[in-house]
């Protein structure tokens, strides 16, 4: 049987909608020869919901195989873009949700995408690096073309280290640190509403805030076991977990998922919404100062907290910072100035 290459599945969405974001999307398809092309697309003909999605098929594998590199890379560029303007409205009263929203009211801008504490997830992560290393390893090439993937991946598997800071800037206004502090993280999925840990955001936050002495709880309303932080021995290959980059590691082996938010937020110093999981999208303030005892900071990594929500936060006592949200300051000090 001659081989049937290539096909790419681009968008394979874990959660609910993982058939229909097999079935129900445009794909792209190629062969070796006329016949293999003829062979898988007839094949994904049969799986595939062709009439609405119609199949692009392309000359040689290569470039079926490119088109995937090359989307899954443009939209980590996009978030990596992101995160410089993420910064920048954090340190200029911008509150770059609100700007997002605004954008994509044009259908030409409707896929931005902020993002959040990491890009995560399977693709996204790897794809770029894997389409520089093919074109220096498998083709031979000694010269170096790449510049803006590269830079992309470095800035999307660092932007975790951010969210530490803020915790460390929220705890330190309330006169605490974090090296003193209970820090409940809840989401510990690299996207809404599945279990799937892979290249997770909120590992970094984790093992960073772990580092500077964080006593940190986690709470994921879809995930049992983070096998990242359980097995990071042997996980995913001895000498490959991303504890490898930071110290004091050695006691996440023994980091479980609480199995109730109000296990978690008992006691907290501080509370990470680090994914926007729907169990966590209308928490109400009052019911986690509840939980947590006493005022906490509250660090919001996803867009999460509406105005009313962090005006609430502040009349209650917190501390509240947020990613790309340097609009909280003037919701603070209108609180301080109405007291």
């Known amino acids: 049987m001659e081989p049937l290459l290539a096909h790419s599945f681009e968008r394979v969405m874990p959660g609910r909608n993982y058939v229909s974001s097999i079935r129900d999307f445009w794909r792209v398809c190629s062969g070796i020869n006329d016949k293999a092309r003829e062979r898988v697309q007839a094949f994904l003909s049969d799986v595939l919901n062709v009439e609405q999605y119609p199949l692009t098929v392309l000359s040689r594998p290569i470039e079926s195989e490119t088109c995937k590199i090359v989307e899954n890379s443009y939209r980590a560029t996009i978030l990596a873009f ?3 303007w993420s910064l920048f409205a954090e340190r200029n009263g911008v509150d770059l949700i609100k700007v997002i929203q605004a954008i ?3 259908p030409t801008h409707s896929n931005m995408i902020f993002p959040g504490p990491g890009i995560g997830g399977y693709c996204l992560p790897k794809d770029g690096g894997l389409g520089v290393w093919a074109y220096q390893t498998l083709m031979g090439f000694e010269d170096d073309i790449f510049k803006i993937t590269p830079q992309a991946i470095d800035i999307n598997d660092t932007r975790g280290l951010h969210v530490a800071q803020l915790v460390r800037d929220a705890l330190r206004n309330m006169g605490k640190i974090v090296a003193a502090s209970k820090i409940a993280l809840l989401g510990a999925s690299y996207r809404e509403d599945v279990g799937d840990t892979r290249y997770s955001g909120s590992e970094l936050v984790v093992r960073k805030l772990t580092e500077m ?11 049992r076991h983070w096998w990242e932080l359980e097995k990071q021995d042997t996980y995913p290959a001895p000498g490959h977990s991303w504890a490898r980059f930071f110290r004091n590691q ?3 082996c023994e980091l479980g998922i609480c199995e109730t938010m109000s296990d978690a937020l ?12 729907q169990a966590y999208m209308q928490l109400d303030p ?20 509406d105005d009313a929500t962090i005006r609430r936060y502040f009349e209650l006592g917190c501390e509240v910072k947020g990613l790309g949200r340097g609009h909280i300051k003037r919701i603070k000090d209108e609180v301080r100035a109405a007291r």
């Open 82 to 84: 992101l995160h410089e």
């Open 286 to 305: 009052d019911e986690i100062v509840r939980m947590t005892g006493r005022p906490a900071a509250i660090v919001d990594c996803f867009g999460i907290l």
């Open 266 to 277: 008992h006691e907290a110093d501080a509370v990470v919404l680090a994914v926007r999981h």
């Open 104 to 106: 994509k009211v044009r």
């Open 250 to 252: 050695e006691k996440l």
């Open 213 to 223: 002495g964080a006593d940190v709880v986690v709470h994921d309303p879809y995930v």
